[in-house]
């Protein structure tokens, strides 16, 4: 049977006739899917021109500095950080089997939050710097990026695999059950379980509103673990954090596009499910290869939308309707306007923090 990843690369317009192939391959980095139509239309024997391969050159070069930087941030972590990597080339071999079939730009760690200082400090003795006057948001945030001025590699430092207005499982949960990855015969690394990495790539979906190279790495997740990943436990999670509708928008997206039935496929979903899975299989179908993509399309396509802060508060409290029963989709709207990544919302963060600080003294014992 085709594999969906190779259904979606069709429906997407990858094998575009060589005419048409300098337009496919630029939308394809555009939208941060080049490894995966380049290697389609090279296994067809479909025209490439120089600078396709020079691009490729590249991505492959690019990789392996990111896997070099990779031992050394590891190194310097040390054994009393926990961590696991999230992302970059270890996802790649997770979901497509080698090295180079997704792009990436950085290093992605995940740890507790009581250890994101510790790592910050350790990460400045390899000369890598977080920009002027920028701190890690607790508060609106599950991130916080360092960046290597000589190298032009970033690291991001995660203490959750979703925002915090969105409910997911448990750093320490995810440390403790993370899987073992050989990447390179001396460097092997701490990846997260296939159960845990479907929540995020959900989440990551979810956070960039669609994007076309998150619906990729779904797919290629259904392609590597959909008969052999404990369903009925991501099941069961999901519905215990309220986020099946999380998880259904890109199910949902991906049979309406390749008309498969897939695992945890469930066919009644909450409108606002069916109305986002509509929209992205209308953005995805043929996005490659139609003669005009509005900025509307555009901005779901690429991994970051690029809209202003205020539309993308707008577009993001939009996406927090896919949360399941009524509380969560009213909480997870409104925190963004409350305590969102602005002015509002670091207002909101500074009255409230002595309160909150103040509440936990209450309910400590002793």
């Known amino acids: 049977m085709i594999t969906l990843t190779a259904q979606l690369l069709e429906i ?39 600078r396709d391969r020079g691009f490729w050159r590249e991505h492959v070069t690019r990789i392996a500095l990111i896997r070099n930087e990779l031992r050394q941030v590891r190194d310097v972590l040390g054994s009393d950080i926990p961590n696991l990597l999230l992302k970059g080339e270890p996802l790649a071999r997770q979901l497509y089997g080698d090295s180079y079939s997704r792009s990436t730009t950085d290093i992605d760690i995940l740890l507790s939050q ?16 977080a920009d002027e006057g920028v701190k890690p948001n ?3 945030s599950n991130q916080f990026a360092l960046y290597h001025p000589r190298h032009h590699v970033a690291v991001e430092i995660h203490w959750r695999i979703a925002y915090p207005q969105m409910p997911c499982p448990s750093t320490t949960a995810l440390l403790e059950n993370a899987a073992l990855m050989q990447l390179s015969d001396p460097l092997q690394v701490p990846v997260l379980s296939p159960e845990m990495l479907f929540f995020q790539l959900c989440y990551h ?40 509708g999380v998880l259904q928008w890109p199910i ?16 009644e979903v909450d409108l606002p499910v069916r109305i986002w899975s509509d929209l992205c299989v209308s953005v995805t179908r043929n996005c490659l290869v139609r003669p005009q993509v509005s900025l509307r399309d ?22 927090m309707l896919t949360l399941d029963g009524v509380a969560p989709k009213a909480i997870g709207f409104m925190r963004l306007w409350v305590w969102g990544p602005h002015r509002l919302g670091r207002f909101f963060h500074r009255v409230t923090r002595p309160l909150a600080a103040l509440e936990r003294q209450f309910r400590s014992p002793g």
Do not use: C
């Open 205 to 244: 979906y979810h956070q960039h509103q669609g994007f076309l190279k998150g619906l990729f790495d779904i797919a290629a997740w259904f392609d590597r673990y959909g008969e052999t990943a404990n369903l009925e436990a991501i099941a069961h999670t999901a519905r215990d954090l309220r986020v099946m």
């Open 114 to 129: 009581e250890h994101v200082d510790l790592a910050w400090r350790r990460l400045e003795a390899l000369g890598y710097r």
């Open 12 to 50: 997407i317009g990858a094998y575009a006739p060589d005419s048409d192939s300098d337009r496919t391959l630029e939308r394809a980095a555009e939208y941060a899917v080049f490894p995966l139509v380049y290697l389609a239309r090279k296994q067809v024997g479909a025209h490439l021109n120089d």
């Open 138 to 140: 607790l508060w609106a």
């Open 298 to 319: 555009q901005a779901i396509l690429r991994t970051m939308a690029g809209i202003g802060k205020v539309p993308g508060v707008l577009v993001g409290s939009m996406a």
């Open 252 to 267: 949902h997206a991906l049979v309406k596009l390749t008309g498969q039935s897939l695992p945890l496929y469930e066919p």
